[in-house]
């Protein structure tokens, strides 16, 4: 026997717009930053000391975790070159540190 649970989007809304849910989101964003410092390739160590995560909320005021880098050539590193392989450093950190993980599409937001 399989049972569902649906979750209605206001009840989502009361469970994720807490402050228990901002400091998960956060302990995830470190611990993925975590994993993708440790797996940057370094070369001068620029890309690896651009890497950053925050925790904070988007522009409707809902929760979120970013992990990025600020580096011009980050997708480089991420989505490979002419004579560079993909690393896929950032995707891979969140997939590592969480239950279900879809990836953007390249370019998206």
């Known amino acids: 026997m399989v049972s569902f649970i649906e979750i209605f989007p206001s009840a ?13 989101l956060a302990r ?11 797996a940057a390739p370094v070369y001068s160590g620029q890309y690896q000391s651009s890497l950053y995560a925050k925790a904070s909320d988007d522009d409707k005021g809902k929760p979120q975790a970013i992990l990025g880098s600020s580096s011009s050539f980050w997708h480089f590193v991420e ?31």
């Open 12 to 24: 989502a809304e009361e469970v994720t717009d807490t402050a228990e849910c901002r400091s998960f």
């Open 28 to 38: 995830i964003a470190q611990a993925a930053l975590d994993d993708a410092i440790g």
């Open 79 to 109: 989505y490979g070159a002419l004579e560079t392989p993909p690393y896929h450093i950032l995707g891979n950190a969140v997939a590592g540190n969480v239950t279900r993980y879809v990836d953007l599409p390249k370019g998206g937001d």
